[in-house]
């Protein structure tokens, strides 16, 4: 898997619908969540390796 794979599924998994003022939807990628996993992702490499 190359990294443009693993950052493309991060961004899936990050994807949040939002409404703006008038009601309307609009799909955004929610960065706080995609640090999280990325972190989390990058500790269970790293304890995995010990």
């Known amino acids: 898997m190359s ?3 693993t ?3 991060l961004n899936k ?3 949040r619908t939002l ?3 008038n ?3 609009y ?3 929610d960065e706080y969540m995609k640090r999280r996993l990325e972190i ?3 500790h269970s ?3 995995a390796l010990e």
């Open 27 to 29: 799909v955004c990628v």
């Open 13 to 15: 998994l990050c994807t």
């Open 45 to 47: 490499i790293v304890v």
């Open 19 to 21: 409404y703006d003022s």
């Open 40 to 42: 989390k992702l990058i």
């Open 7 to 9: 950052t493309f599924n």
């Open 3 to 5: 990294d443009t794979d």
């Open 23 to 25: 009601g309307f939807p």
